[in-house]
């Protein structure tokens, strides 16, 4: 069971329920509910079977890459770094899958 992937998509999840309730952006609503799906879609994939990494490994670039960017033009740990952390975490633990 991919426990941490569960937890890495409602992470995710949250913080676009929480971007819309403090500031009203619906798009951090929509994309954040987007993004918390198919990170619990590539968890349980990656849950039935180890092989199955590659969307969780996607999801995880993305939003690495999305809020890598917001924490280098920002300098704000909240949400940008903790979320860019959490999503280098995802990257290298599905990483692993696709080089061991």
């Not at 920002?74 to 290298?92: E, N, Q």
């Amino acid at each position: 069971m991919d426990y941490l992937g569960y937890l890495y998509a409602l992470l995710i999840a949250a913080g676009g329920v929480i971007g819309y309730l403090k500031a009203g952006s619906m798009m951090s609503l929509v994309m954040g509910l987007l993004f918390g799906s198919l990170a619990g879609l590539g968890a349980y994939r990656s849950s039935i079977s180890k092989e199955q990494y590659v969307l969780g490994l996607l999801v995880s670039l993305a939003m690495f890459a999305r809020f890598g960017q917001n924490f280098y033009q920002t300098g704000k740990m909240m949400p940008g770094g903790v979320v860019m952390i959490c999503s280098l975490v995802m990257v290298l633990r599905y990483g692993a899958r696709a080089i061991l």
